[in-house]
């Protein structure tokens, strides 16, 4: 038996839980690449001629989701999904029963469905640079700070995580 199908058949008795949650910690304490055993579909709307989304799409892929895209746009998705307007970005996902808004790194996704809070989804407002898909070359190495934002099912939001700019590594 190849290890991928060793990972799958862990994955579908649930032995891959506790594994998954210590690399989220080690991820989140190290800073490094996280690597996770098991994968997700993800479904995303974006529209066709968007570099960044796509950009996005490839980070999604690369830490482990299977990804579904819609070039269709994602307005009617946001509101399906009820993220507010105001958190809107050029592209909105659906991952285990989550909306997610924007340029969200992979591994607050990976943490959202591991810890499961009662929640509409994540959103990163606007377009930060040097957030995953908006971390291309052309922005030569610059990276603002921003915020993981958790959607309350009351609409409450609150910090999921922070992104220091750059030059601010706190």
Not at 1 to 15: K, N, P
Not at 47 to 64: I, Q
Not at 87 to 92: E, P
């Amino acid at each position: 038996m190849r290890r991928r199908e060793l990972i799958w058949g862990a994955a579908a008795s649930g032995l891959v839980f506790v594994p998954s949650l210590l690399r989220a910690q080690a991820y989140r304490a190290s800073g490094a690449a996280p690597v996770f055993s098991t994968s997700a579909q993800i479904e995303v709307w974006k529209s066709p001629s968007c570099g960044c989304c796509a950009d996005w799409v490839t980070h999604l892929e690369s830490n482990g989701f299977r990804v579904k895209v819609n070039d269709v746009g994602n307005a009617a998705a946001r509101a399906r999904r009820a993220v507010p307007a105001k958190l809107g970005s050029c592209h909105t996902a659906s991952v285990g029963g989550y909306a997610i808004e924007g340029h969200v790194p992979a591994a607050d996704i990976h943490r959202l469905l591991t810890e499961r809070p009662a929640a509409i989804g994540l959103a990163v407002p606007g377009m930060p640079v040097g957030s995953p898909g908006m971390d291309g070359p052309e922005y030569g190495g610059r990276r603002d700070a921003y915020q993981v934002l958790l959607i309350g099912r009351d609409g409450q939001l609150s910090v999921f995580n922070r992104y220091p700019s750059k030059e601010d590594p706190s």
